[in-house]
C-alpha cells in the first residue's frame, strides 16, 4: 500500500518533468527564453521562502543576494575568462558569506526590523557596480559575450541547453528543500517560526540556526544569480532593485509561503501575469495596481496561497481516508511541510 501510494503521489511529477523537458522540441526560442526567466525566479523565490516561509525571518534583501551571484558570475566569466560551471561555486559562496554576516543581526531583532535591515542591502547593492564602472558597466550594465554553449556532440541548440541545465538545476534545488524540510532540520527551522521561546526550550541551538539558514537561503539566491546570467548574457544595477525583491516576497505570498509547490507557481505568476495583462490592453503603470488587488482577493479567499488553494481542491477530490486522524485533528502536533 505504502508502495502504491508513493507511486501515486510521485507519478505527477515525473509527468509534469517529462512535459518540461520536451518543451524545447515544441516551443521556440521565445517560449523557452520565457521558461528560463520562470526558472530563475523560481529558485530565488525558493531561497526566500526557505527563509522566510519555513524559518519566519523576514527579508527585503534577496535581491542583492542573487545580484552578488549575477555579478560575480558575468565578472569571472567576461573579465577574467572563467567558465560557467567554473564559478557557480564561487558564486555561490560569496552570497552565502554575505547571507550569513547579514543573518547576524536576526540573533537581537525579529520582525519589521529585520525587514528593514535587509532592505537596507538591496538599498545599498545597486549603488556598488555604479562605483566601480570600470569593472561592472556601470548603469550602462555588463554584457557578457560567451554563453553556456551546448555540447557539439549533443546536436542541439543553446537555449535548448541552457533550458535543460536551468531545468535540472531548478529541480535539484527544490528536492535538496524538500528533503531539508522532511528532515529533523526543518522541523526545527519550523519550531523556529512557530514557537521561538518552545524551540530553545527544547534545545534548538536557535541563534546558530537563524544564521545558517540565512547562509543556506543565499547561497540559493546565488545560485538564482548564476542562472539569471546565464538566460540573459547581461546584467545592470537595475536588475537587482528593492523592487525585485518586493516581486519575489508577492510570488512568494501568492504562490504559497511555506509551501513547496508555491515557490514555483510565484514564479509563473510573476513572468506570466504581465504579459496577460498587457497582452490584455492593461496599461503597465496600473501593473502594481492589479497586483495589489490579485494579492488581496488570494489573501482573502486563499490564505494559503496558489499551493493551500490546490492541495485542499485535491484533499476534498481525494475524500476521507478510511476515517485518518488528520494533523487538523491533533491540536498538539507540529505543523506539517505543506506541498
Known sequence: MTTMRTTVSTAPWL????LLFLAPFVLGVTGIRGLLEVLFLAVAVMSLNL?????????IGHSALMGLGAYTTALAVQNYGWSYWTVLPLAILIAALVGAVAGIPALRIRGMNLALVTMALALVFPQIPVRFTDWTGGTAGLTVDRNLSAPASLGVSDVAWQYWVLLTITALVFLLIRNVMHSSIGRSLIAIRDQHVAAHTVGVNVKATKVAVFAASAAVAGVAGWMFTVANQFVSPGDFTVLVSINLLLGMAIGGSGTLVGPILGAVFLHYVPELLAAAGVNPQLTPAVYGVLLILLTFFLPQGLAGGA?????RLRGPRGGAVTPEKEPNSPRPVAA
Open 51 to 59: 527563509l522566510t516561509g519555513f524559518n519566519g525571518q523576514p527579508s
Open 311 to 315: 492541495r485542499t481542491v485535491i484533499q
Open 15 to 18: 509527468a509534469g518533468l517529462v
